[in-house]
């Protein structure tokens, strides 16, 4: 994604709340792998250049894009996957993402989540 992620996490069963953590971090590594376009073998990269389809990607990639047309589709056209003609979904990826690992934090029992990408 072609960025840092910056993580507060407060209140919370620290054992819970450290796994969870974990998880988030471990789940943000996955996305950079999966939405990278700066990693050749990244399966953005790949739906870009045509060796994949979208029904071979992760779940994910869809979901994403279907986030992103929707957000095109609300934006009139402002919002867009395409940079330089090129797919870059990285504009909805990186909240996309940054919203999957507060939830999984809120969701172990965190008080309170500052998740910054």
Known sequence: MGTVFSLDVRGGEPGAVRAALDEAVTGLRRVD????????DSQISRLARG??????????????????AEAERVSEGWFSTRYRGELDPTGIVKGWATERAARRLLAAGASGVNVNG
Do not use: I, K, N, W
């Open 51 to 68: 060796e994949l389809d979208v029904g071979v990607c992760d779940p994910e990639v869809a979901e994403v894009l279907e986030l992103a």
């Open 33 to 40: 792998e999966v939405f990278s376009t700066y990693r050749e």
